[in-house]
């Protein structure tokens, strides 16, 4: 069936660095591909989206896109501050199933 | 986007009794409603999604006699853990959208917790 197998945290970094998540996925046809944050004892939040292959979603400085050649969908952001100290899950639309397909989530924990 | 509420955001009860949880759509209606679990430190677990006015549909191994899920109208869906025992506790999370094929938007989760 269908998944999301994204990278195991917790990952580290300090402020300003490089942050890269990685994501990968499993499906039959063309899914949309999501990111989605929480925030400590929050909901989920839609970070970013792409519906199509080679679509580069990006909101917040947080980048992604849609490689169906290695599907892969990796969440990257040039310089990350303390308040994107969050738990970060990476999804797709199962078209088939029809029902959002979740990561098990990378927490990242960001310090001054 | 659009906004979905949850009422309560915390509940502690004590084992045996029923807990009721509303999912609300503020400035949109959802013709379907959906209901996750999470457990801490985990992903999120679809126990059942339901369409305005008919049955929930539920996942594999959630029970349906224990999580009632009720979508009487295109702004509100409840769901109520009848019985709630220890192993019941978690963070309940639902989601809404308009209509299939668009972006589901979600609540800021009840935690629930039985004594």
């Known amino acids: 069936g269908d998944s999301v197998t994204q990278m195991e945290g917790p990952v580290t970094l300090s402020e300003e660095a490089f942050l890269t998540i990685n994501c990968t996925y499993t499906a039959t046809g063309y899914p949309s591909l999501f990111w989605y944050v929480q925030y400590p004892g929050e909901g989920l939040q839609l970070l970013l989206k792409?519906?199509?292959?080679?679509d580069k979603g990006s909101n917040k400085g947080f980048e992604a896109t849609y490689r169906k050649e290695t599907t892969s969908f990796h969440l990257e952001k040039g310089s990350v501050q303390v308040s994107d100290s969050a738990v970060y899950f990476c999804?797709?639309?199962?078209?088939?199933?029809?029902?959002?397909?979740f990561g098990a989530g990378t927490r990242l924990a960001v310090h001054p | 986007g659009a906004v979905v509420s949850q009422h309560p955001s915390r509940v502690i009860c004590k084992s045996g009794t029923s807990v009721k949880i509303e999912c609300r759509s503020l400035d949109f209606q959802a013709t379907t409603m959906f209901w996750y679990r999470q457990f801490p430190k985990q992903s999120l677990m679809l126990m059942a999604t339901s369409n305005e006015g008919s049955k929930a549909t539920y996942e594999q191994g959630v029970e349906k006699d224990k999580f009632l899920i009720n979508h009487a109208s295109l702004t509100l869906s409840t769901l109520t853990v009848t019985s709630a025992h220890p192993e019941d506790s978690s963070f309940y999370i639902c989601?809404?959208?308009?209509?299939?094929?668009?972006?589901?938007?979600f609540g800021p989760g009840t935690r629930l917790t039985v004594l």
């Open positions: 989601s809404a959208r308009y209509q299939q094929g668009d972006e589901q938007f």
């Open positions: 999804a797709l639309f199962s078209g088939g199933y029809n029902k959002l397909i």
């Open positions: 792409a519906t199509k292959a080679d």
